[in-house]
């Protein structure tokens, strides 16, 4: 772990920092619509109502998002501008585009994304050189007989992978990515989702591979039944609390998330927005 780079980003970012989670806030831009592997428990949406990742009013094209920034910044005080999809941030070449300006036009805010890995590694020098500084990798499994159950399908290099293929290519690229960017200095958070009978007694062989592969924070959260998944059991605050535990004997864990939308912006859950919200005084 990079002590000093984690210590100043911990004092300034509501997703390393739980005591900041509610004082500092961050913006995410929407401007990643597309995906490179298939999550059995994803769907994609854009709708105004609903609370959860993989979901935007619309999607930006990066000077909307340059504006965005520049207009949120004047009203509250925000001190993380992050890419977090609607689909995967590394995925959509806008993502490294739009940091390129945002490191120039606003050199003080911390850069942020959040990605499924796949192409992580590939472009770990890059995402270095445009000063980004903290990096959330979503790794759900790192056992074959697992993975294959919760990722469908990768597209990589232009070639498509299914089933198993598609999970070795997913979590090889992980897990080397993580190591490549951690050792360039970026900070590297991993998200697990907790699928019930499926991960839930893995996710502590997760948080020891990632932690020798050089992730500083780990931070577990509940599957939303989706999709493939609809029908698993969303899993129990003491389910949910009892893994936490087991992680945190490995690495720490951040408690505070609610899983926000790829659009929000604000202070998360004190003045917390997102885009084209219906104003309050519509109702
Ligand atoms: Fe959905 Fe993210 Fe998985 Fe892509 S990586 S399928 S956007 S959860
Ligand atoms: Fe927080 Fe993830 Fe957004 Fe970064 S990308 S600001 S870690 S929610
Ligand atoms: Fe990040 Fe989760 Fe907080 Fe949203 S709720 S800002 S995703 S830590």
């Known amino acids: 772990m990079n002590e000093s780079k984690f210590a100043h980003i911990t004092k300034v970012h509501p997703c390393f920092n739980e005591k900041m989670h509610d004082k500092v806030g961050r913006v995410h831009l929407p401007i990643a619509p597309r995906c490179n592997i298939q999550c059995n428990f994803c769907t994609r949406e854009l709708n105004k109502c609903e609370q959860r990742p993989g979901v935007s009013s619309r999607v930006m094209t990066v000077e909307e998002a340059v504006t965005h920034v520049a207009k949120v910044i ?18 959509n070449p806008e993502t490294l585009e739009f ?9 003080d805010l911390i850069k942020c994304m959040s990605t499924n890995g796949l192409l992580l590694a590939d472009l770990a020098e890059e995402v270095a050189a445009v000063n980004i500084s903290t990096i959330t990798v979503t790794v ?63 996710i502590p062989d997760i948080a020891q591979e990632v932690k020798k592969r050089g992730a500083s924070l780990m931070n577990v959260i509940p599957l939303i039944p989706l999709y493939k998944m609809k029908d698993y059991q969303r899993p129990g605050c003491e389910e949910l609390s009892t893994v936490r535990d087991n992680v945190e004997e490995i690495l720490p864990v951040f408690r505070a998330c609610t899983q926000c939308r790829a659009d929000a912006y604000g202070v998360p859950g004190k003045e917390d927005k997102h885009l084209d919200m219906t104003p309050a005084s519509h109702y």
Not at 80 to 90: E, I, Y
Not at 99 to 107: A, E, L, N, Q, Y
Not at 180 to 189: D, I
Request: net charge negative; hydrophobic share 40%.
């Open 74 to 91: 004047k009203e509250m005080p925000i001190s993380v501008v992050g890419v977090a999809g609607p689909g995967d941030a590394l995925a």
């Open 140 to 202: 759900n499994a790192i056992d074959p007989e697992i993975g294959k159950k919760i990722y469908s399908r990768a597209v990589y290099d232009g070639k498509v992978y299914e089933g198993e293929e598609a999970f070795k290519i997913i979590s090889e690229k992980q897990l080397e990515g993580i190591e490549k960017v951690s050792k360039l200095g970026v900070v590297v958070k991993v998200n697990s989702v907790l699928i019930p009978g499926l991960n839930d007694e893995h």
């Open 99 to 107: 940091f390129r300006i945002i490191d120039k036009k606003f050199p």
